[in-house]
């Protein structure tokens, strides 16, 4: 069969039935589309002719939100590659009367192919029913020109006695209020934002008001350098709230304390939390309370369990955390082609940090089979006797510098640069290209032995401004308090000079930024080994796809 881009998703089964048919279908529907599938309820649509290809609207019930969830969760479990999108246009709740498409619903990813739950027995190209599907969605929303149609099996039954008990609870109408609120990080848009954000959607009649997370608000947040940028997170969340409900009027803000204006905004009536953070919603009940405001409904939302769940890192609910601890190990950018390097050794840049691990990930990579070059060993190479750098420094700094035996004291030279940018740059000008000859040197014995990766283990790796020596970057980060620890026991310094010493290198978010993967040591050894090994993985298999080009 066919692998569409997009597609859109037309549910005809009757509501009770539905709900069990979900998992069946999405399963189907994901042989199908590979990226974005819409989904339109319509129960009791039949394709047999013109007159009952009209929409309807589908009440917004208690059992409806429930069944939208369901969807989600499902499709979380099942698929959850496919960005689905649940359309609300046609639910209605009980005090909205307008038609459901006043003209044609333009969507960010036009359909190519349009499925259906409803069976047919002649499955031929001009079978009436399929075109009769063609028109139906391309009359309600904006589709590809070359819209073609597919009819998804399902048999799931259910008896008459279950439809008529189930069916009198979808009457059911929730409470929708004027304006409402909510917030979020909203990183990575995952299917429990989609539940949170689409029940949000039929809560409000007229406007929705969204925080979104940014500054102060993520300094504590798990990975916090995989979080996407303020705007590209907005982008996302702005395009898919006009897909699935264009009627309602979106304010989206960021939210830079726990707040916002909600503790502000008079027009306010409920606020949106999840279970988990119900107590936030009480406090913006305070708040207002102080403000001369009145108090929000709020109206709290279970948390959604996450079936993927692989490791103890990973929280019980689907949540943006789990997702970025996910994306360890894995290619988050990819690599330039650079013609100048030889494909063979394959040679990562391998950084971090002053107590990010990177040592204990190198030795880790060592143990796979690669060739490692211990940069910070060809530093202390480059002040021995007789080396170029060697005379450079003492010209450079002073006679003082040097011991008894005409070595370079180290910790000597250290104490005339260290919190001194032009003395530092000094010196590092005349010793980086040294190890850069080095580093060059070793790499070629690597090639020699036949290596076919090579991880040039670098703390300078950026600032030096190697990255022309490798293929790729790997980035090993910490949290900074975790690294102040870290090199408080190993060098014995106090939580003063620690911090000194991790604010005169570059930051987290800055080598992310330059990464194409990015490891963390943060959890047990056990984790860093499979970051590693995944890390590993997927290397070797683009350095084959590179061979073979």
């Known amino acids: 069969m066919s692998v569409f881009r997009t597609g859109l998703l037309v549910l005809t089964a009757p509501l009770p039935l539905l709900s069990l048919r979900i998992e069946r279908v999405l399963t189907s529907a994901a042989q199908v589309v590979e990226d974005t599938l819409y989904v339109h309820l319509h129960p009791g649509l039949t394709l047999t002719g013109p007159t009952s290809l009209k929409p309807v609207s589908v009440p917004a019930t208690h059992e409806v939100c429930n069944l939208i969830t369901d969807l989600y969760t499902s499709a979380a479990d099942i698929c959850s590659h496919l960005d689905v999108r649940v359309l609300l246009t046609n639910v209605k709740s009980k005090s909205v009367n307008q038609h459901s498409f006043i003209s044609v619903q333009n969507l960010s990813h036009p359909p190519e192919v349009v499925l259906t739950d409803c069976r047919a027995t002649d499955l031929n190209r001009s079978n009436p029913e399929k075109q009769n599907l063609e028109r139906y969605a391309a009359s309600y929303y904006s589709c590809k020109p070359s819209l073609v ?208 691990g990177k040592s204990s990930v190198a030795n880790r990579l060592r143990g796979l089979g690669a060739y490692v070059i211990d940069c910070d060993k060809l530093g202390h190479e480059t002040y021995k006797p007789g080396r170029p750098a060697y005379q450079k420094v003492i010209t450079e700094f002073g006679t003082d510098i040097i011991n008894e035996d005409r070595s370079i004291n180290r910790s000597a030279l250290g104490k005339k640069v260290f919190g001194n940018e032009e003395q530092l740059k000094r010196l590092s000008d005349i010793v980086w290209p040294e190890i850069a000859q080095l580093a060059k040197q070793q790499i070629a014995s690597a090639a020699a032995e036949g290596k076919s990766v090579c991880v040039m283990d670098a703390a300078v790796l950026l600032e030096a401004g190697w990255m022309d020596m490798v293929h790729e970057v790997w980035v090993v980060i910490i949290p900074e308090n975790e690294a102040v620890v870290r090199i408080m026991k190993r060098d014995g310094v106090t939580e003063e000079n620690a911090r000194k010493r991790l604010a005169s290198q570059m930051t987290n978010a800055q080598r992310v930024n330059l990464a194409n993967v990015v490891l963390s040591t943060l959890w047990e050894a056990e984790f860093t080994q499979k970051q590693v090994e995944k890390a590993w993985h997927h290397l070797q298999k683009r350095i084959t796809k590179t061979e073979n080009i």
């Open 149 to 356: 149609s597919v009819l998804l099996s399902s048999e799931t039954e259910i008896s008459d006695e279950k439809m008529t008990s189930d069916n009198s609870h979808f009457q059911d109408f929730i409470e929708t209020y004027s304006d409402v609120v909510a917030g979020g990080t909203f990183d990575r848009l995952h299917n429990a934002h989609k539940v949170f954000l689409s029940v949000s959607c039929l809560l409000a009649e007229r406007s929705l008001l969204i925080g979104v997370s940014d500054g102060e608000l993520l300094k504590n947040k798990v990975l916090k350098e995989l979080i996407q940028p303020y705007a590209q997170r907005v982008e996302k969340l702005r395009e898919f709230l006009v897909d699935i409900k264009p009627s309602l009027h979106y304010h989206i803000v960021p939210l830079l304390d726990p707040y916002g204006p909600s503790i502000t905004d008079p027009d306010l009536k409920c606020i949106v939390v999840s279970k988990e953070t119900q107590r936030g919603g009480d406090a913006v009940n305070r708040k207002r309370l102080e403000n001369g405001l009145t108090q929000l409904k709020i109206h709290a939302l279970d948390l959604i369990q996450d079936s993927h769940r692989s490791a103890v890192q990973e929280e019980e609910k689907i949540s943006s955390s789990s997702l970025r601890s996910r994306l360890l190990g894995t290619l988050l950018a990819p690599p330039q082609v650079k013609t100048t390097l030889p494909s063979r050794p394959y040679v990562i840049g391998l950084t971090g940090g002053s107590g990010s």
